[in-house]
């Protein structure tokens, strides 16, 4: 229990109390997610509880495969047909997960945007770049096209690209940092109220990646707008997010202010996590992965993990511990017995 | 492994012939044993240097010595080593297997290159998986069905099998998440220690650079 006195001493209460007071934007209840596949039932998201407030930037962190981008594909209703979605996820009092399609079609693009991984891919290859960000301006606010694509030119302006060529330019005639800012003026044309960031810098070099970044955060922080970043680049998680959620295996094993996080790792996952860093020397967590067919019974990070106890691989559902600040604030959340 | 005075010009364009000069007057060393860092910005040429080295690319002027023969006039049996000796690992795991062929077989075909008698196959397989730490169940799987960690760890075990002396690792973490990188990193040093190898690192992570490597040169 030392790790979370110490944690309870030094935390920042002033920020937790902000948080506290602060309307949450996005509520995220208890979301299950899973695949019928011909191996057998994938349980991709278990039990996800997360909440995204106004103005603040959340990141949920983990490895490849353990359920990030289908926690929010799942929020904006873009799953596959085989997937069976339980739990609710309350946007302005609605349940997003319980909305028809042409009801979730008038969210989508205006209030809630998403930047998705490999814009190369995402972005339609016949179609200029301009009318492909002045497309949601014309279906959402009916303008003419040719207001609509001053706008896009605009906003490419605003994004960088301010050569005039660009706007009549195809996808595949700009390079991967192009493309990207073509997909966030896209996403930020409408001004959404949240966005959903999947991987943004994925597949770009530093420099681009670094520079695409700075764009989002900018567009962020000018349209007052809440952002929720899906990451397995740490160090990017730790520079742009006032909070973090890490993520294991489908579930959501600790959630916190990002500097406190890095600071006191409570979970042993985000401490082994944070010790595949550089700056920690790049030790490996033992073992891998494990399925999501057939997930560990009890805590999914028993068999890898170096703190582990007898009671660890119970059958009972491990349940997400609180832990409060002197005011009876949420300073973090951890699902672990040790806590 | 050396080579000497490097210079490579790629030419593009049927009618207006444009060239571009990509390495000029590049020397290095890979010595027994150690890791030798390549570091530079995109678009250097550090790829098409590493592809020089495996010999997969001819360069435009300047020599490759390989146990201090060049290797342009290598012939029979020492072109077969040289060929076998240096391998390359690319920075996709994907993009370096089959996608048609599962991963048994992708393994089965080294062997049979190598002309491993038939009934060896089975346990040199199982041999290769254990040495890079893959279990036997991935064997059926398509290389779209495994993680970009396991895809690096099977395209590692068909270079191993071949029992090269240089390895020339292009990216081979930047592609994967963080904690995989550490695994694969941790592999490859492993490895060296085991079995002497030699490794030209090219990356453009200072970090992984600095962890892994012996010596650094920057292009």
Not at chain 1, 37 to 62: I, N
Not at chain 1, 291 to 299: A, K, L, R
Not at chain 2, 28 to 33: N, P, Y
Not at chain 2, 58 to 74: C, M, Q, T, V, W
């Amino acid at each position: 229990m030392t790790d979370l006195q110490d944690f309870m001493q030094g935390c920042s209460r002033a920020a937790s109390e902000s948080m506290a007071n602060n309307q949450a934007i996005l509520s995220i209840e208890d979301l299950s997610v899973s695949f019928e596949t011909a191996m057998g039932r994938v349980m991709a998201a278990d039990g996800v509880c997360l909440k995204l407030h106004e103005r603040e930037t959340v990141a949920l962190v983990g490895e490849t495969g353990c359920g990030k981008s289908v926690v929010v594909s799942s929020i904006v209703q873009l799953l596959p047909g085989n997937a069976s979605v339980r739990g609710r996820a309350i946007y302005e009092g609605r349940d997003l997960l319980s909305l028809g399609e042409k009801e979730m079609a008038g969210i989508r693009g205006s209030e809630i945007a998403m930047i998705f991984q490999n814009p190369s891919l995402a972005l339609n290859p016949i179609i200029k770049a301009a009318e492909q960000i002045a497309e949601p301006v014309i279906i959402h606010w009916r303008l003419p096209k040719s207001q609509a694509l001053d706008k896009a030119g605009e906003m490419l302006r605003r994004l960088g690209l301010g050569n005039r060529a660009i706007p009549g330019m195809f996808p595949f005639q700009l390079s991967g940092g192009m493309n990207q800012r073509v997909m966030i003026a896209a996403a930020m044309i409408l001004s959404p109220k949240i966005i959903i960031a999947d991987e943004p810098s994925k597949g770009l070099d530093a420099n681009s990646a670094d520079e695409v970044m700075g764009e989002i955060a900018r567009l962020r922080d000018s349209a007052g707008a809440s952002l929720l970043l899906i990451t397995h680049d740490l160090g990017l998680a730790r520079k742009i997010s006032d909070r973090m959620a890490v993520m294991y295996c489908g579930q959501i094993i600790e959630t916190g202010r990002c500097e406190d996080i890095f600071n006191q790792p409570l979970h042993p996952y985000t401490k082994a996590l944070l010790n595949c860093l550089p700056q920690r020397g790049f030790q490996p967590i033992p073992g891998s992965s494990p399925s999501m067919i057939e997930p560990p019974e009890g805590c999914r990070f028993y068999p890898r993990c170096p703190e582990r106890q007898d009671e660890c691989c119970m059958k009972a559902g491990l349940q997400m511990v609180r832990i409060l600040g002197p005011e009876g604030e949420v300073l973090r959340e951890v699902r672990c017995r040790l806590y | 492994m050396r080579a000497e005075g490097i210079d490579k010009t790629y030419v593009s364009g049927l009618v207006f012939r444009k060239r571009h000069q990509v390495l000029r007057n590049v020397s290095l060393k890979i010595e027994e044993g150690r890791t030798l860092g390549l570091m530079g910005p995109s678009g250097c040429g550090k790829t098409t240097l590493g592809m020089i080295l495996a010999g997969l690319l001819n360069p435009s002027a300047g020599r490759i010595l390989y146990h201090e023969k060049d290797i342009r006039n290598l012939k029979g049996e020492e072109l077969r080593a040289y060929r076998r000796g240096v391998q390359m690992v690319f920075q996709d795991p994907e993009g370096s297997l089959n996608p048609r062929k599962s991963i048994e077989r992708s393994i089965h075909e080294v062997l049979r290159l190598l002309k491993t008698p038939e009934k060896e196959w089975r346990s040199r397989t199982l041999e290769a998986l254990e040495g890079v730490g893959l279990s036997e169940e991935l064997l059926c799987r398509y290389p779209s069905q495994i993680s970009g960690g396991q895809g690096q760890r099977v395209a590692l075990s068909r270079v191993l099998l071949l029992n090269p002396r240089v390895l020339i690792l292009d990216e081979p973490t930047s592609a994967l998440d963080i904690s995989v990188q550490a695994q694969i990193l941790g592999l490859l040093k492993d490895l060296q220690r085991e079995r002497g190898l030699s490794y030209l690192l090219i990356s453009h992570q200072p970090e992984v650079v600095r962890f892994m490597s012996h010596e650094t040169a920057i292009l």
